[in-house]
């Protein structure tokens, strides 16, 4: 009986364990803007809004072009392009520690935009 339910403690382990390993190999990024339920108006919470996406991203999964087409993806509903402002590490969640933020800008602006320094 008492081998019965180690084996079983066991495969559970194994098959969260599994479970949390593929959920960190997923896209790699996302745009860091959801919907907040608990409330009964429509509030959003992250740091994301359409002026400026905020993009939390795996390094070891996503390339910059995943980072980049996210951003283009919010700042095309605005007929605008992303500009990155900055970057940082560990402010998003254990398996996207990495942030970037963007400034949505008029298509002629983007060039003329600051870019932050490596």
């Known amino acids: 009986m008492l081998n019965r339910h180690v084996s079983r403690s066991r495969a559970v382990a194994v098959v969260v ?3 949390l390993t593929l959920s960190a190999c997923g896209t790699g990024a996302f745009v860091d803007r959801r919907r907040d339920a608990g409330h009964s108006e429509l509030t959003y919470v992250g740091l994301s809004t359409l002026d400026a996406p905020s993009i939390c991203y795996n390094s070891w999964t996503s390339t910059p072009a995943d ?11 605005s007929g605008r392009v992303p500009v990155l402002t900055e970057q940082s590490m560990f402010d998003c969640r254990l398996f996207y520690p990495a942030r970037a933020n963007f400034r949505c800008v008029a298509p002629a602006d983007a060039p003329l935009a600051p870019v932050p320094a490596p």
């Open 17 to 19: 364990v599994a479970g």
């Open 67 to 77: 980072v980049r087409a996210l951003a283009n993806a919010v700042c095309a509903q």
